[in-house]
């Protein structure tokens, strides 16, 4: 394993996460335009129009698929730039898009394009470290890029009002272009040689077959699956949500920020709690608690109507406090066994896992509406099932030791 010291942690920390916002960037800073493009392209379906954040987690899957294995063979580096280059064709369709089909080709190749560095991320912190440790810089990693969230859609609510809804496109570009010159200049190679395996047509099913002889990476990964399925049900729906439903327009961009600013709070939190507490500790509490959350929601608000903002943004703020604790353990203990393959690993992690989203955001996302009852309805029946496969994956391993 490589030394910690060969870089300056902060800046790793600092390089990691600005890879992995880009994809944040590229979704969150368009969510405010949402309804403007829609009228540019001629689809003013409200429900039809968030495939245009749906439809990159696709490209994010299919992406991963491809760049996780070759990155295993070629190494780190060449993946992220090639994935970048793809990033740059999609979002040029997107600019030029006359409707709504061409832009979700575009927003395809764009999720395409990112899954590169937003799977080589991991394979590369996965490179450097393990166990509890990985925890605790995946978790500064993702309290980092929380940081572009926060502000995404405020800079896309302001390059809309004054330069249009292109402008966010080549805002994307731009920051795409710095990041990858930084990593570029100041990141190394960090895939051992003795762990390269010879790119073959049998890579990804002998990758398949080794990833699948962990069980419990099996069974988180598809936890991961379900959580971020419950999550891009928000994500999809809030421009809706807020600016429809609570006719919030103008404050929307704010709202989401604040609420970004609790997932934040949490990974932040779990990068100082992991090494005492461990991953696993931590994880099953965040998830009983974002269970009782959604079901408390549902319980108070059945058959109503929504309740006030403040009462929302409440219950909302408390799922991602306790969501910031699963994704800041969720895939480290995936990832834990998996060292050997953290390339295809990563990537059998991230494709599964979007698999099982789009069509969880997609089915529970059509019956956000009129009110938001649907939304923690998803997120209680996605975090029990989690909660559920913890508890088995728990008591088998439990056995197993006995």
């Known amino acids: 394993m490589q030394n910690t010291t ?16 880009i994809v944040a960037l590229t979704i969150d800073a368009l969510l405010p335009a949402i309804s403007h493009i829609g009228i540019a392209i001629n689809s003013t379906d409200p429900i039809r129009n968030q495939l245009l954040i749906t439809m990159i987690f696709l490209g994010l899957g299919l992406g991963q698929l491809f760049f996780g ?29 006359p409707n709504l089909e061409v832009m979700i080709v575009g927003r395809i190749l764009q999720g395409i394009g990112l899954s590169a560095p937003r799977t080589i991320t991991i394979s590369i912190i996965r490179d450097l470290y393990k166990g509890d440790y990985m925890a605790k810089i995946m978790s500064f990693v993702t309290a980092f890029f929380i940081l572009v969230p926060v502000v995404a859609p405020a800079v896309g609510k302001l390059a809309l009002d004054n330069f249009g809804w292109k402008s966010i496109f080549y805002i994307q570009l731009f920051f795409a272009l710095v990041v990858a010159i930084w990593f570029w200049k100041r ?31 099996v069974a988180f990964t598809i936890m991961s699956g379900l959580i971020t399925g419950a999550f891009l049900v928000y994500l999809s729906a809030s421009q809706h949500i807020f600016e429809n439903q609570y006719l919030l327009i103008e ?10 600013v609790s997932i934040g709070l949490a990974t932040f939190l779990n990068g100082t709690l992991v090494l005492r ?5 931590l994880l099953f509490i965040a998830l009983a608690g974002f269970c009782c959350i959604g079901l408390l929601y ?55 896992s979007t698999l099982l989203s789009i069509p969880i955001a997609t089915l529970i996302g059509s019956y956000v509406k009129t009110t938001v009852l649907p939304l923690f309805i ?25």
């Open 187 to 217: 990141q190394a190679e960090t895939l051992n040689p003795a762990f390269k395996i010879p790119f073959t047509k049998s890579v990804f099913l002998d990758g398949l077959r080794e990833f699948c002889k962990y069980k419990e990476t």
């Open 69 to 97: 294995p070759l990155s295993d063979s070629y190494g780190r580096k060449p993946m992220v730039y090639i994935g970048f280059l793809i990033f740059t064709l999609g979002s040029i369709i997107c600019v030029f898009s």
């Open 378 to 402: 998803g997120l209680t029946i996605c975090g029990v099932l989690s909660l559920g496969i913890f508890m088995f994956v728990k008591r088998n391993s439990s056995r197993v030791i006995a």
């Open 6 to 21: 060969v870089k300056p942690q902060f800046e790793f920390v600092a390089l990691m996460a600005s890879l992995m916002s």
């Open 298 to 352: 549902v319980v108070l608000f059945w058959n109503t109507p929504n309740p006030s903002l403040p009462i929302l943004l409440v219950f909302l703020a408390l799922q991602f406090f306790c969501l910031g604790f699963i994704w800041g353990n969720l895939r480290s203990v995936a990832m834990e066994p998996i060292g050997h393959i953290a390339g295809i690993g990563a990537a059998i992690n991230g494709f599964v």
């Open 251 to 260: 404050e929307f961009p704010y709202i989401f920020a604040g609420l970004a």
């Open 277 to 281: 507490f461990g991953m696993r500790k």
